[in-house]
């Protein structure tokens, strides 16, 4: 039951609602239909909704008919008016068709014309679009055409430039077209390309400078050396006009103009070079490329060849390149912002400094020529003042120069110590002859010698000196000219100039020359009359050493007072020299003594004395003679010395003839021959053949030979053993020793061959004295002994 009625209100719902939505439908917009009808399909009796749709349908179609019905006569009139007017529209009609067809006719021309317009009007406007276009295309094309261009003649600097517009400021404007976008890929390559190239210029520039730096060094050196004489000029030239030329007017009136550095090598590469590498933001990289290259190439510069000692030329040539190499540098460092700095160029220079000066040091201690190391210190200081000129510190140079000097010496004193030798060598150990007064005044001329006396006598006559007096000393002038030509432009003081000069001097004079006047007295073939000569000559040279000192002091212009002057040895030198001389003559005089005592041949067994000296004593005594004549021109003391000597050396001798130990036996009749022959040597010291000695002082040097020739002969012994050791002592030289010996030899020839015969009566007393005599000299020698 309850279920009926629950479906039955259901039912009555649903018919409700499905009136509603057909009213609903039927009063609302068509537009808006669709949710109305969504509605009905979201339930479940849309089959029931259709029969009501339906029925409500029929409703409406009733009502028009009825409606329809109610009007039909309008209707039909309405229709009536239609067909009458349908033939009037047939008319119209027919007459718009054939108006129309008309209009077509004539149409057609102007809708050609009007399609031709319409075409002409859009390539009228594709044409300015494509100017248009072409407008901001073409600069591009035209810039990398430039670009192309500048690249191709390589202008570089000026490419890198076009390419940075182009860049940044056409193709900007164009960038969406196909080929700006290759352009733009193809930027950095172009880049690339200019830097390469532009370092392969730069790589060939720095090929070219070291190829170049010898005829850059050279050439630089030409202008300091003209500048140098343009200073020269400008302080020599007289002023004229009431002033001096000023160093302009003397340099063009000189024609002294030579092509700097800048006109023999093109820099621009470097100057291109570095302005790309600072506009492509490289600037670093190519200032630290450029230092090591250059780095590299200042070794090689600085690699002297290993033969530059041999010539001059060799070390022209390593200097040019040095100079060249730094002319370079300087060059840049002045013409470039920062490509080289200061700092930079001193290192360089502070190891070229070191590397040049171990270099000179090496190879100039090869040279022994004194031309070429005269010429190397002129080149070094060229090289100095050259590099000076550009700003280097070159004081260690002139300081090397100093050591060079020393070795300058050296090569000096060689180089004379060969001319000494040959005029030493040469010389005939002979006063000069002079024939005439031209003669005179010449050898005057070379050689500082006065003497009134010589100057009064008549030609032809002869200076005391042989001819290496005034060779020697005109060659030691020579030197001193040599030594001052060192000094030039080096820069040093009057003072030092002096000191170098004389201390220079003074090793020419105590080792070389004096080494060569040694080895001519040390010859064995030396002579007396060379070792007189040389005495002589070295008494001159000895005299001439004051005007040595006058001559350093005119042309140093220091006198010889000033504080730290250094003194010339030369009078020591020859003293030594005449020394060593003297003392060669007494050694020659003795040794000649020695060979004529070699002749000696005495009969110690003779019974009987000669007649008169021995032969070879009376030669040696005319050889004495004939020496001592040649001493006339030696200062006195030299020759009483050596007559002196020669005679003590005699004494000596004889004594050593009488005592030695191979005459064993002697005779009385053997010692008088020898007394004769002391005779002989007493007689030639009383004849004074060396004027000078007072009283018998040359007699003294037989005295020991005479007192004990005297006591034998004399057989005066009671009056030697009386008064032995007494200053009174008539035998005061006779040494009891010596006595001894003596009587020894005579005691064994009594006993053995009966020497005194003529004592025969009292040989037995004899004998019993000679042994007293002999133990008395015994005693006295064993007294004196204690």
Not at 196 to 220: C, N, P, Q, Y
Request: hydrophobic content about 35%; aromatic content about 8%; overall charge neutral.
């Amino acid at each position: 039951m309850e279920r009926g009625k629950m479906a039955e209100l259901e039912s009555l719902e649903t018919a409700a609602e499905h009136e509603r939505i057909l009213r609903e439908i039927e009063s609302t917009d068509t537009a808006c239909i669709g949710p109305t009808l969504r509605s009905v399909y979201d339930g479940e009796e849309h089959g029931r909704f259709m029969e009501k749709l339906e029925a409500r349908i029929r409703n409406h179609d009733r009502e028009i008919e009825k409606m329809c019905n109610f009007h039909y006569q309008g209707f039909v009139d309405s229709i009536t008016e239609l067909l009458k007017v349908r033939g009037e529209a047939q008319k119209l009609k027919n007459q718009v068709t054939d108006t129309n067809r008309k209009l077509q006719n004539e149409g057609k021309e102007l809708i050609i014309a009007m399609e031709e317009l319409k075409q002409c009007r859009l390539q009228q406007r594709n044409i300015s679009a494509t100017v248009d276009k072409l407008t901001l295309c073409l600069p591009v094309l035209e810039m990398y055409s430039k670009l192309r261009e500048q690249m191709k003649s390589k202008r570089h600097y000026p490419a890198l430039k076009t390419l940075e517009h182009l860049e940044h400021t056409y193709l900007p404007q164009v960038s969406h077209y196909r080929f700006c976008k290759i352009m733009v890929d193809n930027i950095p390559k172009l880049r690339e390309e200019i830097k390469e190239v532009s370092m392969s210029d730069l790589k060939d520039f720095l090929e070219s400078i070291r190829k170049h730096s010898d005829k850059i060094g050279e050439t630089a050196m030409k202008q300091a050396q003209q500048q140098r004489n343009l200073d020269n000029i400008v302080s020599q030239h007289p002023r004229i006009s009431g002033g001096k030329k000023s160093k302009k007017e003397v340099f063009a009136s000189s024609d002294l103009e030579v092509p700097g550095a800048q006109d023999l090598v093109d820099f621009s590469p470097v100057y291109r070079c570095l302005h790309i590498y600072s506009v492509l933001g490289a600037r670093e990289t190519f200032e630290n490329y450029y230092r090591k290259q250059r780095r590299k190439q200042a070794r090689l510069v600085l690699q002297p060849p290993s033969n530059m000692h041999e010539t001059l030329d060799g070390y022209r040539k390593y200097f040019n390149q040095i100079v060249g190499f730094f002319v370079v540098e300087d060059h840049i460092l002045h013409t470039t912002q920062g490509l080289v700095n200061r700092a930079y160029i001193d290192e360089l220079w502070e190891m070229a400094l070191s590397k040049t000066i171990a270099a000179l040091r090496t190879h100039s201690s090869y040279c022994s020529d004194p031309s070429l190391v005269l010429d190397l210190k002129n080149l070094i200081v060229l090289f100095a003042d050259t590099l000076q000129g550009y700003g280097f510190p070159v004081n260690q140079l002139f300081d090397m120069l100093l050591e060079i000097q020393d070795q300058y010496s050296e090569t000096l004193l060689k180089k004379w110590s060969g001319v000494f030798r040959n005029i030493l060598d040469s010389d005939n150990y002979s006063p000069i002859p002079v024939t005439n007064e031209e003669v005179y005044k010449k050898i005057v001329g070379q050689f500082p010698f006065q003497d009134a006396e010589l100057e009064k006598q008549p030609f032809p006559k002869k200076f005391p000196f042989s001819e290496f007096v005034p060779k020697v000393y005109s060659q030691i002038k020579e030197f001193i000219y040599a030594c001052l030509k060192f000094s030039e432009d080096l820069h040093l003081s009057s003072t030092e100039v002096d000191d170098m000069i004389r201390k220079s001097t003074n090793l020419l004079l105590t080792r070389t020359l004096s080494n060569c006047l040694q080895n001519v007295i040390k010859r064995k073939n030396v002579g007396l009359t060379e070792l007189v000569q040389i005495i002589i000559n070295t008494t001159h040279l000895e005299k001439s050493c004051k005007f040595l000192e006058e001559f350093i002091t005119n042309i140093t212009n220091v006198l010889p007072e000033t504080v730290h002057t250094t003194k010339l040895y030369g009078t020591t030198t020859f003293k030594d020299a005449r020394h060593a001389a003297e003392e060669e003559i007494y050694t020659n005089l003795n040794q000649k003594i020695d060979q004529f005592l070699q002749l000696a041949d005495y009969d110690w067994m003779a019974m009987e004395p000669g007649s008169k000296a021995s032969d070879y004593l009376v030669d040696l005594i005319g050889f004495l003679r004939s020496t001592f004549a040649v001493f006339t021109h030696l200062p006195g003391k030299v020759a009483q010395t050596a007559c002196m000597s020669a005679c003590k050396h005699l004494s000596t001798s004889l004594m050593q003839l009488l005592l030695e130990a191979e005459v064993r036996q002697l005779t009385l009749g053997a010692l008088q021959q020898f007394n004769l022959d002391v005779e002989e040597c007493e007689q030639f010291a009383r004849s004074g053949p060396v004027p000078g000695f007072q009283g018998d002082t040359l007699q003294l040097a037989f005295i020991d030979l005479r007192q004990l020739l005297d006591l034998f002969i004399q057989w005066d012994w009671s009056t030697y053993l009386a008064d032995y050791g007494q200053p009174t002592c008539k035998y005061l030289r006779v040494n009891p020793t010596t006595a001894l010996v003596l009587l020894e030899k005579m005691r064994d020839t009594s006993r053995k061959n009966n020497v005194f015969a003529q004592f025969r009566k009292n040989e037995r007393d004899k004998q019993k004295l000679i042994d007293t005599v002999a133990k008395q000299l015994r005693g006295l020698i064993n007294s004196h002994h204690s």
